[in-house]
């Protein structure tokens, strides 16, 4: 991608990686973010579009899926999707990832759930060796009492700041507002992982641990870091 700067570069060649995935008539599930808007423009110019059914985490994903002439479908207990394709904010070296800088992670793990696979798309520079190198956890909680919920969970963890636009709480597509926090330096991630979900007030968090099949990591020489798990 010539002229491109190197995240452009990177996302690009991981979203080619991805796109090669899906075939012709399958239901493919796909989350949100400027990787997965990069893979449903590669899969809108070929002339089996039509043919892919799509479920969509987010308004924007549907939007765009549309619009590329994909047939967008809802998860009603009887769908299964082959593959699922989502970005992540960070992944670690067992393809435990976090996710939820879009304010999208409660659709997105729904989606997954619903899939045979889950294959990451992400750039190169995503990648840590322990979760929470670069990032906060983003936490899904209900709106009632959300400071009560916010006090439980820094029981769990060192901080927890509700996530603001301009003067007003974001809020999810369902409706909830989002804790970002900062995850602890040591300690099983899953253990805390299962503390957080059983924690009143909170709807689903971003860690999504033992999810992910395949990771793939564009980098801005055009090359795919391939992890596997």
Not at 208 to 229: C, N, T, Y
Request: hydrophobic share 45%; aromatic share 2%; charged share 30%.
């Amino acid at each position: 991608m010539e002229g491109a700067d190197p995240q452009t570069r990177a996302r690009m060649a991981s979203a080619r990686a991805a796109a090669e995935l899906v075939e012709p008539d399958m239901a493919i599930g796909l989350g949100s973010g400027r990787a997965v808007f990069a893979v449903i423009d590669l899969l809108s110019e070929r002339s089996t579009a039509a043919s892919l059914k799509v479920a969509a985490a987010s308004s924007r994903t549907e939007e765009l899926a549309v619009r590329a002439g994909m047939e967008v479908v809802e998860l009603d207990g009887e769908l299964r999707l082959d593959l699922a394709i989502d970005g992540a904010d960070e992944v670690d070296p067992q393809i435990g990832l976090i996710k939820g800088g879009g304010a999208a992670l409660l659709r997105e793990k729904l989606v997954i759930a619903a899939a045979e696979r889950f294959v990451v798309v992400a750039e190169a520079s995503k990648r840590v060796e322990r979760l929470g190198a670069t990032r906060s956890l983003p936490v899904e909680v209900v709106r009632y009492a959300w400071p009560d919920t916010r006090r439980r969970l820094l029981d769990l963890m060192p901080s927890a700041a509700i996530r603001m636009t301009g003067d007003e709480p974001v809020a999810t597509d369902e409706g909830h507002y989002l804790l970002d926090c900062k995850l602890p330096p040591a300690g099983d991630l899953g253990t805390l992982a299962s503390a957080i979900k059983e924690t009143l007030g909170v709807v689903e968090h971003g860690l999504f641990l033992g999810m992910a099949e395949q990771a793939l990591l564009g980098r801005s020489d055009g090359e795919v870091e391939i992890l596997s798990r």
